[in-house]
C-alpha cells in the first residue's frame, strides 16, 4: 500500500510540475507562436515580391515561381529555428541537427520517388523550351501547362480537367510542345472518285489552299500528294502552314481548310464518293414468294 501510495504522489507531483513548467513557459508560448506567425506572412510576401523581381531578369515563369516558392520556405525554416530558441529549445535542435545525417539516409531511402520527382521539377522549372501556359503533348495527355511544382506538373485539358502528373513522368517521356515554333503544318487527307480529272484536282485544291492560306518564304508551299487507290476512291494528302500555337488553331486552321476544299469540289463538279462496297454471288439465286413457301 505505502508503494502505490508513493507511486501516486511521484506521478502528482510529476504533473504538477509538467504544469508549472506550462504556466512558466507560456510568455515564451505566446511568443514563438508570434514568430511562426510572422514567419508565414513574411514568407508569402516574400514568395508574391520575390518572383516580381525575378521577373525582371528571367522570363520564364516555371523559375521566378521555383526561386519565390524556394525563399518562402527558407523564410518559415528560419521561424521555425527562431520559435524553438524562443521555447528554450535549443538542446532538443541541436540534437536533431546531429542525428539529421543517419535520419537523411533513412528518409531519402523511403522517399526516392518524392526526391526524384522534386529534381525534375527543378529540371523542368529550368528548361527553356517548357514553360507555364504552353500547349504541350506528353504521356497521352494534351493541354496547357498549368503549373510546374517541386512534385508534380499540371495540364488543364481542351475539356478544363486538371491531369496532374509525376515530374519524373514527365522528364521520362517524350514531349510535344506545340507553342514553341509560330508555324505549323496542317494535313488533310480525301479521295475523290476515279473518274475525276487528277491534275484538275491538284491544281485546284492548292490554288483554293493556297488563296485561303499564305504560305511564308521559299522552304513553305502548299503540297498535294496521290497516296493509294482505294476501294472506291483515289485517296490523297494536302499539306500547308498556318499560323498556330495551340490545339484549337491547330483544329480551326484544318476545319477552314475542309471547308475551302469542299466549296471548290462543288463548284466543280469533283465527286468525293462514299464507301462503296460490291457483293458478289457465284451460285444462282431463287426469288421465292410467300405464297410458294406457305404451300
Known sequence: MDKITESLNNLSAKLWGWVEAFIRNLPNLGVALLVLLIAY????????????????????????????????????????????????????????????????????????????????????????????????????????????????????????????????TITDNPMKNYSVTDRMRIIIECGIGYESDLEMVEKLTKDTISSKFPQEGDKEEVEFFYTAFGGSSIDFICRYWVDCVNGKQKLTAKHQGMLAIKKAFDANDVNIPFPIRTLQFDNQLQMVSSSDSQE
Open 41 to 168: 506572412f513574411v514568407s508569402r510576401f516574400v514568395n508574391k515580391y520575390s518572383q516580381k523581381i525575378v521577373k525582371r531578369y528571367v522570363p520564364q515563369q516555371s523559375i521566378t515561381k521555383l526561386i519565390g516558392r524556394a525563399l518562402a520556405v527558407f523564410v518559415v525554416l528560419v521561424g521555425i529555428f527562431l520559435a524553438l530558441g524562443v521555447l528554450n529549445l535549443d538542446k532538443t535542435l541541436n540534437t536533431l541537427i546531429a542525428g539529421a545525417g543517419v535520419s537523411g539516409l533513412v528518409i531519402g531511402l523511403a522517399l526516392q520517388g518524392a526526391l526524384a520527382n522534386g529534381i525534375a521539377g527543378i529540371i523542368l522549372s529550368f528548361r527553356k523550351r517548357v514553360n507555364i501556359g504552353d500547349w504541350i503533348e506528353t504521356s497521352g495527355y494534351v493541354g496547357f501547362i498549368e503549373d510546374i511544382k517541386l512534385n508534380n506538373f499540371s495540364i488543364r485539358e481542351p475539356d478544363n480537367n486538371i491531369v496532374v502528373i509525376p515530374n519524373k
